[in-house]
């Protein structure tokens, strides 16, 4: 089987915010003083240009400004950015470009240029709209600012955004968990990312638990009542944890579960690229810190490390990717973007199939609800042996 380049992304990482939250293990620090904005912008098109060999004449079909809070970036550093870049890559027609935004850093005039400089969707990391709630997860703002953010990214001009709430938070109801679904829907966002709060290793929530985080049951009674009012309110749920009216999905992340290629540049970002030229699949990671990345970016020493992803893993990596989507993946594109043939799972797929945690449809696999419950022993099928 023959490996064909899929399409595209770019990830940029931004590794700063105001205040660390208690429950975040992302690459984030906590900014102090002056942030070094231009030397970072400097840095990502240093990195940007030292990873270019990997992509030549290839188009770039989404960009994903995430963190650490891109949205600490002042508008006239994201411009200089995307123009450098886009003087280095060709970038789609219609390239989706989004911005992930912590409404504690909304100021007036901020959306305007953010959207001048090419931002096309936003995606606000809302978490809750109740205010002991937020205050608990040591958030930087109440839900009237989260509000007030939205509607200024509104008046604009951004109709295309998202919104990330968490539930089965410390001390949450179902009746709270309904309730901040309610709020977002008054928002009229096209997409919502509704998180289960997980306790990540190494954050001051794994050392210390919080009081009052639902069980099991409980989060997942949270769960299904909180999916039916998103279905009711017209968003389809297409992955675990992501939500879209008709249409609006996020195509950087479909890319990146759909098993397609990403550059990643910035503090601690990773990538993954197909590599026609000798049939392989590289992924490249770069230095966490954002000084030593600063001092080092565009030179090999700012790789945190990379490898070619052996062809006996590649079909594990692929189905931990797509079995998080609704709609599963094609045996197509299995073959196209592991350069692995079908047969090579089949014994597998009969497995999953015979479980009933996968169904097979024509060239189709989808998860089952059963399989999706248990995603982990469905992937784990196909762990290289
Ligand atoms: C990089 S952050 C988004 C933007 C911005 N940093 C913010 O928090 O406002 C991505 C999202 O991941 C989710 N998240 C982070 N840590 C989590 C955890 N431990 N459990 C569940 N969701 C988490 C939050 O919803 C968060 O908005
Ligand atoms: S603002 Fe976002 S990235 Fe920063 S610490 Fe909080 S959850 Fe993590």
Not at 22 to 43: I, K, M, Q
Not at 245 to 264: F, I, S
Request: with cysteine.
């Amino acid at each position: 089987m023959t490996l064909a380049p899929p399409p595209l992304s770019l990830y940029v990482h931004i590794p700063w915010c105001v205040r660390k939250c208690p429950y975040c293990d992302f690459n984030s620090h906590e900014g102090r003083g002056e942030l070094p904005f231009a030397a970072y912008v400097d840095a990502l098109l240093a990195d940007l240009d030292f990873d270019l060999p990997l992509v030549w004449g290839r188009t770039v079909q989404s960009v994903f400004f995430g963190g650490g809070t891109p949205s600490l970036m002042p508008p006239e550093f994201i411009d200089r950015f995307l123009q450098g870049a886009s003087s280095r890559l060709r970038f789609a027609p219609g390239c989706e470009i989004t911005l992930e935004t912590n409404p504690g850093t909304a100021e007036h005039g901020r959306f305007e240029g953010y959207r001048d400089a090419g931002i096309n969707r936003l995606s606000f990391g809302i978490q809750s709209f109740d205010d002991g709630c937020l205050q608990r997860l040591g958030r930087i703002h109440d839900s009237a600012e989260a509000e007030a953010a939205v509607k200024l990214a509104q008046d604009a001009g951004f109709d295309n955004f998202n919104l990330d709430l968490m539930y089965a938070l410390p001390q949450q109801t179902l009746a709270m968990a309904e309730h901040d679904l309610e709020r977002a829907f008054a928002l009229q966002p096209t997409h919502i990312s509704h998180y289960q709060l997980t306790l990540e290793p190494n954050t001051v929530f794994a050392a210390r638990p919080p009081a009052g985080i639902p069980d099991d049951d409980g989060s997942w009674d949270m769960q299904e009542h909180c999916q039916v009012l998103l279905a009711q309110a017209g968003y389809r749920q297409y992955e675990v944890s992501a939500y879209a009216q008709a249409g609006r999905e996020c195509a950087h992340n479909l890319n990146y579960w759909k098993y397609g290629d990403y550059l990643g540049i910035g503090a601690g970002a990773h990538g993954k690229i197909t590599l026609g030229h000798d049939q392989s699949i590289l992924r490249r990671w770069k230095l966490k810190h954002p000084t030593r990345y600063l001092a080092e970016a565009g030179r090999d020493r700012a790789i945190g490390g990379d490898e070619r992803i052996p062809p006996e893993r590649r079909a594990f990596e692929f189905m931990l990717n797509t079995l998080r989507l609704v709609d599963g993946f094609s045996l197509t594109g299995f073959e196209a973007r592991t350069g692995l043939s079908r047969t090579a799972i089949e014994p597998q797929l009969q497995a999953a199939l015979a479980n009933h945690w996968l169904t097979l449809e024509s060239d189709r696999v989808r998860p089952t609800e059963l399989g999706r419950r248990f995603t982990n022993d469905v992937v784990g099928l196909f762990l290289e042996e």
